[in-house]
């Protein structure tokens, strides 16, 4: 049983360093279709919806997105005339920021801290009929490593009815290289575009681990 002990820790350990990356590891693409996507996992560090070069804010799903123009250019009507319903979650999908013709960008995402695991998703809509088959490319990097791609659809549907786009979500633990820098790259036409960002400070997988590590022992000494 003791071996049995060792070999776990040394297991959850392994995993545990497996997942501090300084890249971001991606969940599959969703198509957007309520307020309930907007995602409250953990503790929020920042949410931004971007294009809104005017400063209005949204708050969808209890979370406040703060209207800003990160990347320069701004862009509206990409619900193109479409509503969901909810005031909010049209302004927050609506606006877009883009790269002033520019393919590839990195986004940058502030320092966060050390060792710490962090939850980002990113939004991308765009309903204009003559723009319909856009999708935006997400990655990351960190200036040595580049990490795994996303593909998001801005009208998966090709129509104005829901879904309004997809958004996809991803994890990344920050180590010595720093936060990774979020990446945008347009597939098939030549301007980045984000719609929405927000990051999340989430459990960190160590943590994780240590609690199973600590609830097998006890089972172990319950054994003896």
């Known amino acids: 049983m003791k071996n049995l002990l060792i ?3 040394f297991g959850l350990l392994a995993l545990s360093n497996e997942t501090e990356a300084a890249v971001i590891t991606w969940g599959s693409a969703q198509n957007t279709t309520a307020t309930t996507d907007i995602s409250t996992n953990g503790s929020l560090v920042f949410a931004r919806a971007e294009g809104n070069s005017g400063g209005a804010s949204a708050t969808v799903n209890g979370v406040t997105f703060a209207g800003t123009n990160t990347l320069g250019g701004a862009t509206g009507g990409m ?7 909810n005031p909010d979650f049209d302004l927050l999908l609506t606006n877009i920021t883009s790269g002033g013709g520019a393919g ?6 502030g320092d966060l801290a050390i060792g710490k695991t962090y939850e980002i998703q990113v939004f991308f809509t765009d309903q204009r009929t003559s723009f319909n088959n856009r999708v935006m490319q997400f990655a990351s990097t960190d200036g040595t490593h580049t990490g795994a791609t996303v593909n998001v659809a801005g009208d998966p549907n090709q129509d104005t009815s829901s879904p309004w786009g997809q958004y996809a979500i ?3 633990t920050v180590d010595a290289d720093g936060t990774p820098d979020l990446t945008l790259d347009p597939d098939g036409f030549g301007n980045s575009h984000l719609t929405a960002i927000q990051v999340r400070s989430i459990p960190e997988p160590s943590s994780a681990a240590l609690i199973g590590l600590g609830g097998l022992s006890l089972i172990l000494r319950r054994r003896k």
């Open 7 to 9: 070999a776990t820790s």
């Open 79 to 85: 619900l193109s005339g479409a509503t969901t319903g």
């Open 104 to 109: 590839l960008i990195n986004y940058d995402l």
């Open 170 to 172: 991803g994890t990344f």
